[in-house]
């Protein structure tokens, strides 16, 4: 019932940016947060940045100056700004988010969206 569409990965040489965008759609209610995720083979799924639909925002470690996340309620579209990029930043990056569908019961959801790679080589 709830969809969420990333773009922007791709491949960049080390210090360059990108910009990853991500849109939900579906019978969504209300929006809690949304945010990014990444993973490479053979390790867990790690959180990047989070961010509440009233601006809080929390961040990994490792991204910590480098990466900024901004949320667009109306558009129900998150972004992550990543600069300064460094080769272990290569991964699938995924969307999330989680709020409350339309509907008797205000039932809530965390969704997934199917990732979007991102490769910087040095």
């Known amino acids: 019932q709830v969809q969420l569409v990333e773009s922007g990965g791709g491949t960049v040489q080390a210090g360059e940016s990108l910009r990853l965008s991500c849109t939900a759609s579906?019978?969504?209610?209300?929006?809690?947060?949304m945010g990014w995720y990444r993973q490479t083979p053979g390790k867990r799924r790690e959180m990047v940045a989070t961010?509440?639909?009233?601006?809080?925002?929390n961040y990994g470690d490792s991204v910590k100056g480098r990466f900024t996340i901004s949320i667009e309620n109306v558009k129900k579209t998150v972004y992550l700004q990543m600069n300064s990029l460094k080769p272990e930043d290569t991964a699938v990056y995924f969307c999330?988010?989680?709020?409350?569908?339309?509907?008797?019961?205000?039932?809530?959801?965390?969704?997934w969206g199917q990732g979007t790679q991102v490769t910087v080589s040095s």
């Open positions: 961010i509440s639909s009233s601006g809080y925002t």
């Open positions: 579906g019978s969504i209610f209300s929006l809690n947060a």
């Open positions: 999330s988010a989680d709020g409350t569908l339309y509907g008797p019961g205000g039932r809530s959801f965390g969704s």
